[in-house]
């Protein structure tokens, strides 16, 4: 018999910038990763994520667009899409069960560099290099992957 975890939603943000990638250093899990969150009621996934990058760099940022057609009719406007999606495994943690996490992953490029608010963790700019010379348990295998991905195509 299949059980079904509880599943939450969840944005990530890519930062790129000039051929470089913000990651933060995430305290409970002490690697280096994108900023992203929990959505928050009545967010929508690309509030969501812009909210995220500023509490976690304290940087503004503008996605960048991966869009084939956009609506603005008197009823219905395009917002901001995810670049894709992930479904991820989350292990029981204290008090909290196994269950996964709907991850909506967005691209995106800073407005400008200056700091808009303290960072919550600290902050490093990573050229694809520098990615590559992380040791495995510095970074998740996934954000490795779409770094990979990503950071060859700019």
Known sequence: MHVIKERE????????????????RHPKFQKWMPPGGHLEENETPAEGAQREVLEETGLLVEFIPDEHLNI???HAVSIARPYFCLLEQIPAFGDKPAHEHIDLIFLAKPLDLTMQREPAHPTRWFSWEEIEQLDENELFEDAYQILKCVMRKQ
């Open 72 to 74: 603005d009719a008197s």
């Open 9 to 24: 939603f969840t944005v990530t943000t890519y930062v790129l910038y000039e051929g470089k990638t913000l990651l933060i």
